[in-house]
């Protein structure tokens, strides 16, 4: 019985929230052409991008796993040196004057590599490596017009409702992805 009710009162809260997220769809596409493709054109971020490219070209993912682990690590420690010293980087500086202009829309920003690594970004995320997800995996591997809008979800941290948009990021060279940036949208701060 309670497993009932537990599914009847989450059908009836999450329902909603999944349906919202597509509402929501059109004005984040919006958001994303009037704001996101100007960030990822920056040649700064082009740089910083192709540098960490190279940098970890010739990583393993027992590597990959041994960074991730790293950071993880970290998040809870005093003393962050590989999680200072991304954030520390003038792109993840570029970041952060991003989110806080959007005044509250944004809630966090950050941009991996080819790899899914974290290249910059406004807040420490929980891990390193994205390339085992979806934002990563829906728009880097999808070329360089990838495009991925998730779920609404109530975000503990930010106590908002917030989608993930993740784009993919073009060399303006070769036209080919590099990496991908995902930003945290506030959704009740959203205009349609």
């Known amino acids: 019985?309670?497993?009932?009710?537990?599914?009847?009162?989450?059908?009836?809260?999450?329902?909603?929230?999944?349906?919202?997220?597509?509402?929501?769809?059109?004005?984040?596409?919006?958001?994303?052409?009037?704001?996101?493709?100007?960030?990822?054109?920056?040649?700064?971020?082009?740089?910083?991008?192709?540098?960490?490219?190279?940098?970890?070209?010739?990583?393993?993912?027992?590597?990959?796993?041994?960074?991730?682990?790293?950071?993880?690590?970290?998040?809870?420690?005093?003393?962050?040196?590989?999680?200072?010293?991304?954030?520390?980087?003038?792109?993840?500086?570029?970041?952060?004057?991003?989110k806080n202009s959007g005044e509250g829309l944004f809630t966090e920003i950050f941009v991996m590599d080819n790899k899914g690594l974290n290249v910059a970004q406004s807040d420490t995320t929980s891990d390193y490596w994205q390339g085992d997800e979806g934002k990563w995996q829906k728009t880097f591997l999808a070329g360089p017009d990838g495009l991925f809008i998730d779920e609404v979800e109530f975000d503990e941290s930010t106590q908002t409702y917030q989608a993930q948009v993740s784009v993919s990021i073009a060399d303006p060279d070769s036209g080919e992805a590099i990496g991908a940036i995902t930003i945290g949208v506030n959704v009740e701060l959203l205009s349609n």
């Open 1 to 98: 019985m309670r497993k009932i009710v537990f599914a009847a009162l989450a059908m009836m809260f999450l329902a909603p929230m999944a349906h919202a997220a597509g509402e929501n769809d059109a004005a984040i596409r919006k958001l994303v052409d009037s704001q996101v493709k100007g960030w990822i054109s920056d040649p700064a971020l082009i740089d910083a991008i192709k540098a960490q490219n190279g940098k970890y070209a010739g990583l393993s993912q027992a590597d990959i796993d041994a960074l991730d682990k790293k950071w993880r690590a970290e998040t809870d420690a005093s003393v962050k040196p590989m999680i200072d010293e991304v954030l520390g980087r003038a792109a993840s500086k570029k970041l952060v004057g991003h």
